[in-house]
């Protein structure tokens, strides 16, 4: 027999948070854990919200009787809720719940987000803004502009005077003999 499971809104309602309702378990209510499986791919959900190609099981240590006392609900947060959502309402989610370890009891069925469950993205507190049909046109600021700074003038040092070595001076020419006059 196959379980059937809904995601509904807390009451009151919280953005991101769901009460997750597994109807039809005929196994006990401490030490469970589940997977969650989608059908176009066969991915499953992965505890840091995205989908992968190996099981993954969320532990739940424990689920409430329901009111009625026919179902088994907990509180869920964006690591379902948020997942959930982004697959969109055209895809089938296949829920496996089984007691923790996998050797008790064991069913599956498929999982239904109800239609006005919210991300977590729809709790900020970021607001749109509010259309006015008149407003007050802003004087644009000129930019502040700093004058580049001056370069330092780079010293350089004094150059050391290369000693200049003169030759020695040249040795004065022999003294040319006087021409004597022919006469």
């Not at 005929?26 to 190996?54: A, K």
């Not at 409430?64 to 895809?91: C, F, I, K, R, W």
Request: hydrophobic share 40%; glycine share 8%.
């Amino acid at each position: 027999m196959s379980i059937f499971v809904d995601l509904v809104t807390l009451e009151p309602h919280i953005a991101g948070q769901a009460c997750l309702i597994v109807k039809d378990w005929t196994g006990g209510h401490e030490r469970l854990e589940f997977s969650v499986q989608r059908n176009q791919d066969g991915y499953f959900l992965q505890g840091d919200q995205h989908w992968s190609n190996s099981q993954y099981w969320f532990k739940v240590a424990h689920f409430s009787a329901a009111a009625n006392g026919e179902a088994l609900e907990t509180v869920v947060g964006p690591q379902l809720v948020d997942p959930v959502l982004e697959v969109g309402s055209m895809a089938t989610l296949r829920f496996e719940l089984r007691e923790q370890g996998g050797n008790g009891h064991c069913d599956a069925g498929m999982l239904i987000p109800a239609k006005n469950l919210q991300s977590s993205s729809a709790a900020t507190d970021v607001k749109a803004p509010v259309h006015q049909d008149t407003g007050q046109l802003k004087t644009p600021v000129a930019p502040v502009v700093l004058p580049e700074p001056v370069p330092e003038p780079v010293t350089e040092p004094a150059p050391e005077p290369v000693p200049v070595i003169e030759p020695a001076p040249a040795a004065p020419p022999p003294p040319v003999p006087a021409r004597k006059k022919p006469w």
